[in-house]
């Protein structure tokens, strides 16, 4: 998260709100391979599926800190400058990438813009997008607005100590599953085409009744694996035992200065068979005073390299039968050769066309060691 200096400049969370409890893990333990702070990380990963991650006491992490501040810096000046919503709603496709915004469940606007820089660009890998080679999202770098390219290294320094953070995470899941330490993070290498962006994000003020409402609607996230970084509130998530039309059940995020919100994303539930937990989330309006300013916030949103395959790992801990009774042998022959990117765009094509459910996923119990 920002450092306690963008806290301090802006209105104060409030006491009177629901807030959820969720464990707070320390990097620096993580990095020295602590065994208590790896078995916390996976519990807490298993049950709600998010955490707060302290990146304060590690040097990377509070190199780490300083990028989120100028990544924040960069969200607000980019979203005075660029198209407001009224363009994004008539973007071709392919715009959509970059400036966007997002809609509800009745197919209205919802309240946040966003702009979208691809870990490709910033790192060069090869793009994703690019459909030939006069596609202008071929080109490296790519020309993005003036307040992130004046911070370019800072974002190429967010998602590189990032990803240094989400290693540590996934060497903890592999050692609490029972698996090769590397067995997750050689499935979303950073210097290897993928999906995974920067999203930076603005959520307009809740000025009026009208405006206070969700604004963005709840889901989970279909990557790997999300870091988001915010000062003010919105972020909501759903009590595992809880029923997501019930209000009672959504719980708010409070952010906290030197950490970072992470939450585990669909892939990650795919490859454990279930185990890892994708938890339902939204965004609703940013309660007490907070509301009356601009929510910006700035999400790593990580997500399998295109060429990884998602048929469940086999092994450890993960239970041998899936979550509706299959057997592991008939999942693993409907995966069969189906890569993260085709994988990635059946599950965006299926919550677009209504196909897929929305509910969170995984939290099953994990198969013993003595019986594999």
């Not at 993580?30 to 996976?42: G, H, I, R, T, Y």
């Not at 041998?320 to 189906?338: N, Q």
Request: charged share 25%.
């Amino acid at each position: 998260m920002a450092s306690p200096l963008f806290f301090t400049s802006a209105p104060p969370f409030p006491d009177d709100v629901p807030v959820a409890q969720i464990a707070r893990i320390s990097l620096e333990k993580l990095a020295n391979k602590d065994a208590q702070e790896a078995k916390a990380v996976f519990d807490a990963c298993t049950s709600l599926g998010f955490f707060l991650l302290d990146l304060r006491g590690n040097s990377v992490g509070e190199e780490l800190i300083k990028d989120v501040d100028a990544a924040l810096e960069a969200t607000g000046e980019t979203m005075d400058i660029g198209p407001r919503r009224e363009n994004a709603l008539h973007s071709t496709y392919a715009q959509m990438l970059f400036w966007g915004i997002m809609k509800t469940k009745n197919g209205k606007p919802d309240r946040c813009e966003f702009y979208v820089v691809t870990q490709d660009d910033i790192l060069h890998n090869p793009s994703r997008f690019c459909i030939k080679d006069d596609d202008p999202f071929h080109t490296h770098p790519f020309p993005n607005p003036p307040p992130i390219e004046s911070r370019r290294h800072h974002l190429e320094g967010f998602v590189n100590r990032g990803q240094y953070a989400i290693t540590l995470v996934l060497r903890a899941f592999s050692t609490q599953l029972g698996l090769p330490e590397n067995i997750f993070r050689e499935r979303m290498q950073p210097d290897q085409s993928s999906g995974t962006i920067i999203r930076l994000i603005r959520s307009a003020p809740s000025l009026t009744p009208e405006e206070k409402r969700t604004g963005l609607v709840a889901h989970t996230d279909y990557g790997s694996i999300t870091l988001l970084a915010n000062v003010t509130g919105g972020l909501q998530v759903l009590r595992p035992d809880a029923d997501p039309s019930d209000e009672r059940g959504w719980e708010y995020v409070k952010p906290e200065p030197g950490c970072l919100i992470v939450n585990i994303a669909d892939a990650m539930v795919q490859w454990t068979g279930g185990v890892l937990r994708s938890n339902m989330h939204r965004v609703n309006f940013v309660p007490g005073t907070q509301a009356l300013v601009p929510r910006h916030s700035v999400a790593l949103l990580v997500r399998p390299q295109m060429d990884t395959r998602m048929s469940r790992i086999v092994g450890g801990r993960i239970p041998l039968v899936s979550e509706d009774g299959e057997d592991k042998a008939k999942r693993a022959e409907e995966l069969k050769g189906l890569s993260a990117i085709v994988w990635e765009r059946r599950k965006a094509m299926a919550l677009r066309e209504g196909r897929d459910i929305m509910k969170s996923r995984g939290g099953r119990a994990l198969q013993p060691l003595a019986a594999v």
